[in-house]
C-alpha cells in the first residue's frame, strides 16, 4: 500500500514525522502543509512520545520549499492565497513552539519552508549531501517574521541577511561552520546518530528537558528576568518524583529511571 506525502512512525518514545514525496524532493503542498500541524498536534498530545524527528523518506531530499507547483491554484485569489499563507504560518507555528524535543535529520536539499521547518526544531543534524537555501528574493516573496527570526538565531543578522538578499544555498560544510547546522554526520552514520541521540534524550527527566525548551524559548523571545512561570518551573522540580529518583539514583551511584512523560 501506498504512503501518503507526509505520515507518522512510532519507535517507543520516538515518533518520527516522514516527508514522502521523493520524486518531488518533498516538495510541500498544502495537505503536507496540514498533515504536518495535525501530526504535531496529535504528538503533541500523545504521553507515549518523548521525543520527535523530522526527516525525508530517504537520503533524496529533507524537504525542497513549498510546491510552486500549485501556486496558480492556492494563490490564485486574496481570499485562498490567504487562506494557505494562514495554514502554512500555522504549520510552521506548530513546528517552533512544540512542547516536546524535535529534532530535524536532514539530507539533501532543504530549501525554502523545508529550512524553516528546520530552524523550527530545536537541533539540526544533517549529512554532507544537504544543502540550505532560503530563497523568497528570487521568487519576489518574503519569509514571515517568525521564519527570519528563527534564521537570525541560528547564524546571526549578518548571516541572515545574506541569505534572505541573494537566495543562494549553502552547502552542508558551511552550514555546519555558521550555526545553520549542530552536527554533521556521515550519511551511512545520520540514521543511528540521530537515534542515539533520541534515546539519550528520552533517557532524561522530561520534565527537566521541557522546562529547559520552554526557558530557552523564553529567553529567545526577549524574556531577560524571571517570571511567574520560570519560578514555578524552578521550584516544582524540587517536589517532583523526578527529582526524588534522580537524586537516589545519584547516591546509590546508578542511573536514574525517570517515569514522567
Known sequence: MTK????????????????NRPERRNALDLSMWEGLAALLGEIEADGGVRVAVIRGADERAFAAGAD???????????????????????????????AKPLIAM??????????????????RLADPTSRFGVPPSNLG???SLQ????LVEAVGASRAREMLYTGRLVDAAEAHAIGLVDRLIDANAI????????EA????????VRAAKRIV???LDGTANDTEETLRLFDEAFRGEDFREGTAAFMAKRKPKFTFS
Open 68 to 98: 510552486i507547483k500549485e501556486f496558480g491554484t492556492v494563490h490564485s485569489d486574496a481570499r485562498t492565497s490567504q487562506d494557505y499563507n494562514a495554514k502554512v504560518h500555522a504549520a510552521s507555528h506548530r513546528v517552533a513552539r512544540f
Open 4 to 19: 501518503p506525502a507526509i505520515y507518522r512512525e512510532q519507535d517507543g518514545a520516538v515518533a518520527t514525522i516522514v516527508f
Open 147 to 150: 521564519d527570519t527570526k528563527l
Open 141 to 143: 516573496l518574503v519569509y
Open 217 to 219: 524559548r523564553l529567553i
Open 191 to 198: 540514521a543511528a546518530e540521530t537515534r542515539a541521540l533520541c
Open 201 to 208: 534524550i528520552c533517557a532524561s527527566s522530561q520534565y527537566s
Open 106 to 123: 536532514i539530507q539533501g536539499p532543504c530549501v525554502g519552508g523545508g529550512c524553516a521547518i528546520a530552524l523550527g526544531c530545536d537541533l
